[in-house]
């Protein structure tokens, strides 16, 4: 076993131009009036006058661990609540993407529920054990360590959080890019029940419950929520005849709050998903070659992008479960202790058709499986008015694993198949102090010691009965010890009550590990472990409620040092020395480095009282270039790309509409959604079909989506009626794809088509 030290770099001085510092102005300039009035006032009349803000004041969120007001939180964070995405139906958090700058989150794989995010250009699209994530998914204050299952759907939700930039500090490790944090509501001390049923495009049948109330007046409550959620296909296996992209989803969701003494809170909960739906489908983005050799025909691609030919059992589905304990205590009026004890695991099984053909050009069985226990104990201070912070410790215990049957060509059969084990300790320590009324310090530390063990038994087969085995290509035990040393340092300023500003250094990093896949024979190298990635980012911002509280401005510039990019890649290979690459295999390396920089721009205006009309938006820009590619072979090409899933500009605006209607409350809401080029995936080097070309990766061009949503809310509150509109110019998008031209498979997922529901609502309070 050895040990590898992330060692700390420097950070590189912030560089940006004019125009962003011109849009972090704004709210400087737009305030300026109040803010010359208020320079000739003391520093303690600013404290104690408190502005007048409408939007901001009721978005709490726990973003540093501790409740704060969302715009007093010097971190790049926005807020959907619950409300928002159940009023629009949202299918399921993958909406996200166009309420947050610089997100993208798409279901990976063929999987309806496997999870693939990325913030700012960084993730991890490889849903394989051994492979962590870049955005952290949390649900309940509980880390999800594997995507399988994780593609929350939307029901009984408070509000989501999503923090960009790296949060090494509170966080952790995998939250190299940010955290996603899925708030459930917890249950009420009064009796409360709601159902919802909605139906729509595509045979939509979705039925969502909630009963919520006390069992014991003023020591126990509980709640269940439950949701089931079922589609027809956006396409048809024109092979089979069967639904393909279908959605066949259960839910659940219980909890109970015991309040022993007014000091002690301890809360239980368990949630459940099973996801039965047939694959997605993948569409051939150009005609497989080997097809005519099987089939006697071309397989070009089909007219539908839905649609697919493939010849493979649709297998697919997942049970994902967990379980938790929190215990907080008021230890005294200055100190909180709070204990979070969590379980998950998760039962994944796919058969994945790369080629989409009835041909076995590149068929695929796989099934994963892992289990989790994690505990973290954080001491929360709060008994000064300048000091505030959080203590901590956190233990995770995760195994992961699963086999990988391949078929390629009807010749080549193989597997994959092994374990990983990560044992992971962390200390941590996050505090503000008041240097005085409007000059506040921020300073942050985690230390965290991982040791991971990989596992790997990669062999090759005689037939397709997957039996006898012809070759061992890897065959590997091995450990790893990472360290990390993950500093945060920052400042922020309140120029006066209305804007805040801060700047932020600090560090993430996303975990080291095994390459599952590795075909040690060929490449010793592949069993090799890989290093941890490590993000240094200097961000510059500006909180700003503007206008009488009418109007909230939020900025955000980042200055990103991007080192050790863990890169998985489909990898081409001569296996018997003719000289023409007959084969591959998925590599995994760590492929250079890479600066990210942007701007962030979030909105909220609500110009009258009441507030009858708002606009609401965001825009990002975002610069992901890398220092230099990975030429593992000193070819001149470049063997991989590294930075995929980062369009340069991205952006949203919403209007919205609130007026009486009926007795009742009518609101409509009526949004686009902008995306830049973005690359889909990692290839590189020369292309086999054609040596003297470099293999270009799959791109989706600049695209726009529209969305719509109509609600009414009687006088009581009880009953509520909703329509909803997704991609309603069904646009043609590509959210992932494969590119294995040694195979000739070159496929892609879309984006969902156009769809509408209609719904109604029946609460009791």
């Not at 089931?228 to 069967?242: A, E, I, K, P, V």
């Not at 992971?424 to 040791?451: C, H, K, M, P, Q």
């Not at 080029?677 to 990692?682: A, F, G, K, M, Q």
């Not at 009687?714 to 195979?743: C, F, H, K, Q």
């Amino acid at each position: 076993m050895t040990i590898r030290q992330t060692i700390p770099r420097g950070f590189r001085l912030f560089a940006m131009g004019t125009t962003v510092l011109t849009l972090l102005l704004l709210p400087l300039v737009l305030a300026a009036p109040a803010g010359a009035q208020e320079s000739e006032e003391t520093d303690e009349a600013v404290v104690e006058e408190e502005p007048t803000i409408h939007q901001s004041d009721a978005i709490v969120v726990t973003a540093r661990k501790r409740e704060e007001n969302v715009q007093e939180v010097p971190v790049a964070v926005t807020v959907v609540t619950g409300e928002t995405l159940e009023d629009t139906t949202a299918p399921d958090i993958s909406v996200l993407q166009g309420y947050v700058p610089n997100l993208s989150v798409y279901a990976g794989r063929n999987q309806s529920t496997t999870l693939t995010a990325f913030l700012r250009g960084i993730g991890q699209a490889d849903p394989l054990w051994g492979v962590d994530p870049g955005v952290g998914l949390y649900l309940d204050d509980v880390y999800i360590a594997r995507p399988q299952g994780a593609l929350l759907d939307v029901y009984d939700v408070e509000r989501v959080e999503v923090l960009r930039g790296p949060q090494g500090t509170l966080y952790g490790k995998n939250t190299i890019g940010g955290a996603i944090k899925y708030v459930s509501r917890a249950p009420t001390d009064t009796r409360q029940a709601k159902v919802s049923l909605a139906g729509g495009s595509y045979g939509t049948q979705e039925f969502r419950g909630l009963i919520s109330g006390p069992l014991v007046e003023g020591k126990l409550r509980g709640k269940v929520a439950f949701a089931s959620l079922q589609r027809d296909g956006y396409g048809t296996n024109r092979f089979t005849g069967r639904d393909v992209s279908d959605k066949d989803t259960t839910a659940y969701r219980a909890a109970l709050d015991w309040l022993p003494s007014e000091k002690v809170l301890v809360q239980l909960s368990i949630d459940g998903t099973s996801d039965d739906a047939e694959p997605r489908g993948y569409q051939r983005l150009q005609a497989n070659p080997f097809c005519p050799l099987f089939l006697g025909v071309e397989c070009q691609p089909l007219n539908d992008r839905y649609d697919t030919e493939s010849g493979l059992a649709p297998v697919n589905g997942t049970d994902a479960e967990g379980y938790g304990l929190t215990i907080t205590a008021d230890i005294n009026d200055a100190w909180q202790f709070k204990s979070i004890t969590a379980y998950r695991e998760s039962d994944s099984r796919n058969n994945i058709d790369f080629d989409t053909t009835p041909a076995p050009i590149t068929d695929v069985t796989a099934t994963y499986q892992d289990d989790q226990t994690s505990q973290e104990f954080q001491f929360l201070y709060t008994g000064s008015d300048r000091l505030a912070g959080v203590l901590g410790l956190y233990y995770f215990d995760g195994k992961a694993g699963g086999l990988v049957l391949n078929n390629f060509l009807g010749a080549i059969f193989g597997s994959t198949s092994g374990t990983t084990w990560t044992e992971s300790f962390a200390v941590f320590a996050d505090g503000s102090y008041g240097i005085n009324d409007r000059t506040t310090l921020n300073l942050g530390l985690r230390l965290t010691e991982e040791e991971k063990r990989g596992r790997a038994f990669n062999v090759g087969f005689a037939d397709d009965t997957f039996m006898d085995i012809t070759s061992v290509v890897a065959d590997y035990d091995k450990s790893e010890t990472f360290t990390s040393v993950a500093p945060k340092i920052g400042l922020d300023y309140r120029f006066n009550q209305e804007v805040m500003g801060y700047v932020t250094l600090s560090r993430g990093f996303k975990s080291g590990g095994f390459n599952v896949r590795a075909q040690s024979t060929f490449f010793p190298e592949s069993a090799e472990p890989f290093d941890d990635e490590v993000l240094d980012v200097a961000e510059v911002g500006i909180k700003s409620v503007l206008a009488k509280g009418q109007l909230v401005l939020n900025t955000a510039a980042f200055y990103g040092d991007y080192k050790d990019i863990q890169v998985s890649t489909f990898t081409a290979f001569d296996s018997n020395g003719d000289g023409v690459d007959d084969a591959f295999f998925g590599n995994f390396v760590n492929a250079g480095n890479a600066t990210i920089q942007g701007l962030e721009v979030e909105f909220d205006w609500s110009p009258w009282e009441p507030q009858w009309f708002g606009l609401q938006g965001n825009i990002s820009y975002l610069d992901a270039k890398p220092d230099s590619f990975l030429d593992e072979n000193n070819d001149g090409f470049v063997d991989t790309q590294v930075i995929t899933n980062a369009p340069e500009v991205t952006g949203s605006l919403r209007l919205r509409f609130d007026a009486p209607a009926f007795g009742g409350l009518f609101t409509a809401t009526l949004g686009a959604s902008y995306r830049d080029d973005s690359v889909l995936t990692n290839e590189g080097g020369p292309d086999p079909r054609n040596p003297t070309q470099p293999l270009l990766p799959i791109s989706q061009k600049a695209f726009t989506t529209y969305d719509f949503s109509v609600n009414w809310l009687s006088g009581t509150g009880r009953w509520g009626i909703r329509a909803n509109g997704y991609n309603l110019s069904d646009e043609e998008y590509l959210t992932s794809g494969y590119n294995i031209p040694v195979l000739g498979v070159v496929t892609g997922a879309y984006g969902l088509p156009a769809t509408v529901t209609v719904g109604v609502d029946f609460k009791i309070n």
